[in-house]
């Protein structure tokens, strides 16, 4: 791993996507990477890493300062994680951003039967769904992970169109133990929203924008909200 302050790069392209899984492991050893950018506008899982395969890993590192940008599972670290992330900061100056309706993450943008802990946003980081969306401080969608020990520190912000959490966007059939959101989630507002059903409308929350199926222990939020509905 190179030393703290390392210029990633301008155009980080993220190891693994769509065209393979990785399923090493990549230890950062504490260091922290700064000033890179990854802008995916064609291929999905945009990240870091871009997929992360059951027996891969990534652990001990902090992204600052840096954009990660793109159409479908995005997130800082890893686009798609089926693996584990353990101990990811989420550091000043961070931005994720998804630009259609895919799945936008701090930590994971897709965590499909993965594992997320101790991983965490601190202020001055922001996740940014552009879309009707799901979007989550940790995760955007949790399918059958588990999610524990993680935050959402204050000052740093979350903020969607459709499904909005200050850990995950949409948690299903998963599990959420010991994280706590203290940052600001906002739901931002859809054209012509007041006049459609409620499922379509955007639906925010401090730790879940919306859960089923689930077990959730140990968690609480003390969040600032901005939401049309259903907060």
Do not use: Q
């Not at 399923?23 to 050893?29: E, S, W």
């Not at 059951?54 to 089926?82: C, H, Q, Y």
């Not at 994971?108 to 980081?125: E, M, P, Q, R």
């Not at 459709?162 to 299903?172: D, H, L």
Request: glycine share 18%; aromatic share 6%.
């Amino acid at each position: 791993m190179l030393p703290d302050a390392h210029d990633g790069g301008s155009n980080w392209k993220p190891i693994g996507g769509d065209e393979f899984i990785y399923t090493g492991t990549f230890d950062g050893n504490g260091h922290t990477i700064s000033n890179i950018r990854v802008s995916e506008m064609v291929n999905f899982n945009a990240g870091f890493i871009g997929r992360l395969g059951t027996s891969g890993t990534i652990k001990n590192l902090t992204i600052e300062n840096s954009s990660i940008e793109g159409i479908m599972d995005i997130g800082a670290f890893v686009g798609t994680n089926f693996g584990t992330i353990s101990n990811c900061i989420m550091g000043i100056g961070c931005t994720v951003i998804g630009n259609r309706a895919g799945d936008t993450g701090g930590i994971a943008g897709f965590n499909s039967g993965g594992t997320i802990d101790d991983c965490h946003l601190l202020s001055g980081s922001v996740v940014m769904g552009m879309t009707e969306s799901r979007v989550g401080g940790i995760t955007a969608y949790n399918n059958a992970g588990t999610i524990s020990n993680c935050s959402m520190e204050r000052g740093s912000t979350v903020s969607g169109k459709k499904v909005v959490g200050g850990i995950a966007g949409v948690e299903m059939a998963g599990n959420v133990t010991a994280c706590y959101a203290l940052g600001t989630v906002v739901g931002r507002k859809n054209e012509s929203a007041r006049s459609r059903p409620p499922e379509l409308r955007c639906h925010i929350g401090g730790i879940c924008g919306s859960i089923s199926y689930s077990t959730m222990l140990s968690c609480y939020s003390d969040c600032s909200f901005t939401g049309e509905t259903d907060v």
